[in-house]
T-cell receptor, first 115, second 116 residues
Framework: DAGVTQSPTHLIKTRGQHVTLRCSPI?????VSWYQQVLGQGPQFIFQ???????GRGNFPDRFSARQFPNYSSELNVNALLLGDSALYLC??????????????FGDGTRLSIL | AQSVAQPEDQVNVAEGNPLTVKCTYS??????LFWYVQYPNRGLQFLLK??????LVKGSYGFEAEFNKSQTSFHLKKPSALVSDSALYFC??????????????FGTGTKLQVIP
């Protein structure tokens, strides 16, 4: 079975631009989470979606938004890019309701560089 | 607020020796605890989790972790290190009642270097 897939793998943008990152969860997984991992740090929670509804939001500005589609794939959008948005963006999927003790399965991420 | 501390940025161990990667946490109530491993330019891979029961949890690739409630620790261990174990290791915590979503908090990571 295919794992979590993310696209693109690398992206270079300039300040002020907009970016859309995409994620396809493992087949059958209904929960998708997004994380930002700055170099040298652990992943920071951005959003979680379950059954196409936002279930959680981390401490990120409104420039960050996301959505989940009927096929459970997801997009992360970031507007008005700043240099500080340069990071590895990770998508993770899990099988069931987020209240349960399910481990998350991560994609290999999108490396976003802001010039 | 919940938090995770990994006090060592890097751990060096000789191949064949036992290894320990330390993790302490702070969370209200009883936690779910996880260890993940990250290889260069890759996402995180799940190693093991503590939910309840036996304090010694066994996971993938020969790793295990010991939950100590009184010390609020969840140290990762392996009896005999392999060079291929060299990677970045993350400890993560989630409270049992997370208000309806999976609010997972990760530590800052520990780089494990296994020396041949």
């Amino acid at each position: 079975d295919a794992g979590v897939t993310q696209s693109p793998t690398h992206l270079i943008k300039t300040r002020g631009q907009h970016v859309t990152l995409r994620c396809s969860p493992i087949s059958g997984h209904k929960s998708v989470s997004w994380y930002q991992q700055v170099l040298g740090q652990g992943p920071q929670f951005i959003f979680q979606y379950y059954e196409k509804e936002e279930r959680g939001r981390g401490n990120f500005p409104d420039r960050f938004s996301a959505r989940q589609f009927p096929n459970y794939s997801s997009e992360l959008n970031v507007n008005a890019l700043l240099l500080g948005d340069s990071a590895l963006y990770l998508c993770a999927s899990s099988l069931a309701d987020p209240n349960y003790d399910q481990p998350q399965h991560f994609g290999d991420g999108t490396r976003l560089s802001i010039l | 607020a919940q938090s995770v501390a990994q006090p060592e940025d890097q751990v060096n161990v000789a191949e064949g020796n036992p290894l320990t990667v330390k993790c302490t946490y702070s969370v209200s109530g009883n936690p779910y605890l996880f260890w993940y491993v990250q290889y260069p330019n890759r996402g995180l891979q799940f190693l093991l989790k503590y939910i309840t029961g036996d304090n010694l949890v066994k996971g993938s690739y020969g790793f295990e972790a010991e939950f100590n409630k009184s010390q609020t620790s969840f140290h990762l261990k392996k009896p005999s290190a392999l060079v291929s174990d060299s990677a970045l290791y993350f400890c993560a915590v989630r409270p049992r009642n997370s208000g309806g979503y999976q609010k997972v908090t990760f530590g800052t990571g520990t780089k494990l270097q296994v020396i041949p």
